[in-house]
C-alpha cells in the first residue's frame, strides 16, 4: 500500500479559480506549501490571491493566467505556461463551472452548449492536454469536481446534470485508463456548497425548493484534498450529499416520486 500523499511541493493546475470551490483549493493548497498555478476569467479575482495574507507558508509559489478554459487557444497556451511557471505538472483541479435553470424546452440551444462545453468538454480537453506532463509528475493524480445531480437529475436542469453525469462516467474510466501509469483520479461529488454558483447562472433563478444549508467551500475543500492525502477515488462531502447519493443508488422510486412533486410545484415560467 502506498504511503499517504504529500501535497508540500506538489506543482498543481486549477481551473475556475476566481471563486468557490477552486479559490478555496488553491489558498489551502498554497497553505501547505503547494505551488499553484490557477486560472478563471476574471484576472482581478486572481490577482488578489497575490496578497501576503494568503501566502503564510512561504515556500509556496503562486502563479495565474486568466482567461476562458472552454477556449481551445486558450487551453493551448496554459499548459505549457503552467509547465514553465512550475517546471513540470503532478495534479490537475477541475474546478470551473456553471448552471441554468429551466426546461430544456425553453432553453436556449447555445445556453445548454455552454454549459456542457464548460463543464465537461473543457475538463476532458484539459485533462487530455495534460497527460503527458502528468506522467512525469510526482505521485500525480487528477481532481474532477462532480456533482450529485449526476446520479440523480433534478428538473430544470437539465445541461448541468448531462454534463455532471458525464463528469462521472469521465472519473470512472480516466481511473481504468490510468492506474497502471500510477495517475490517481479522484471524483469530488459535491451536494450544496457555499459558492457563487447561484449568482452566475447563465438562465433563470435559484428554485424555492433548492435552498436548502450549504456546506462551507472551506470545509468541502479541507475533505477534498484529504481524499487527495489518502488516495480515495471518490469523496461526497456532507451528511445531505451523501444522503442523496444513497438514496439515488438504492431507493430510486423514491427519488422519482419526490422529483415528480418538485416538477408539479415549480413555478410556469420554468416549465414553458
Known amino acids: ?17 476566481s471563486s468557490g470551490i477552486g479559490r478555496s483549493l488553491t489558498l489551502q493548497l498554497l497553505a501547505q506549501g503547494a505551488h499553484v498555478v490557477t486560472t478563471a ?4 479575482r486572481l490577482s488578489t490571491l497575490r ?27 496554459l499548459i505549457p505556461y503552467a509547465i514553465d511557471q512550475l517546471g513540470g505538472l503532478d495534479l490537475v483541479i477541475t474546478a470551473a463551472g456553471c448552471g441554468a435553470i429551466g426546461s430544456l424546452e425553453t432553453m436556449p440551444a447555445n445556453t445548454f452548449r455552454s454549459i456542457v462545453n464548460l463543464d465537461l468538454l473543457s475538463c476532458a480537453e484539459l485533462v487530455h492536454a495534460s497527460l503527458p506532463h502528468l506522467k512525469n509528475g510526482n505521485d500525480p493524480a487528477i481532481v474532477l469536481i462532480g456533482s450529485i445531480l449526476g446520479y440523480c437529475p433534478l428538473p430544470l436542469h437539465s445541461a448541468y446534470c448531462a454534463a455532471k453525469a458525464g463528469i462521472i462516467s469521465l472519473a470512472g474510466s480516466l481511473r ?9 483520479v479522484l471524483l469530488a461529488t459535491l451536494g450544496p456548497t ?8 447563465e438562465m433563470g433563478e435559484r428554485p424555492a425548493w433548492s435552498k436548502g444549508k450549504p456546506l462551507s467551500s472551506e470545509a468541502t475543500c479541507q475533505i477534498i484534498l484529504k481524499a487527495l492525502e489518502h488516495r480515495r477515488h471518490e469523496v461526497i462531502p456532507g451528511w445531505r450529499a451523501k444522503a442523496f447519493v ?27
Open 176 to 184: 481504468h485508463e490510468l492506474t497502471e501509469q500510477g495517475i490517481d
Open 194 to 201: 457555499e459558492t457563487e454558483f447561484w449568482d452566475a447562472l
Open 1 to 17: 500500500m502506498k504511503q499517504q500523499r504529500r501535497l508540500t511541493n506538489k506543482r498543481v493546475l486549477v481551473t475556475g479559480g
Open 246 to 272: 444513497l438514496a439515488a443508488r438504492h431507493t430510486p422510486w423514491l427519488m422519482r416520486f419526490i422529483l415528480s412533486r418538485l416538477t408539479t410545484s415549480a413555478p410556469k415560467t420554468f416549465l414553458k
Open 51 to 77: 496578497l501576503p495574507g494568503h501566502l503564510n507558508n512561504q515556500s509556496a509559489c503562486y502563479f495565474y493566467k486568466a482567461g476562458d478554459i472552454t477556449n481551445p487557444d486558450f487551453r493551448d497556451k
Open 41 to 44: 476569467r476574471r484576472e482581478e
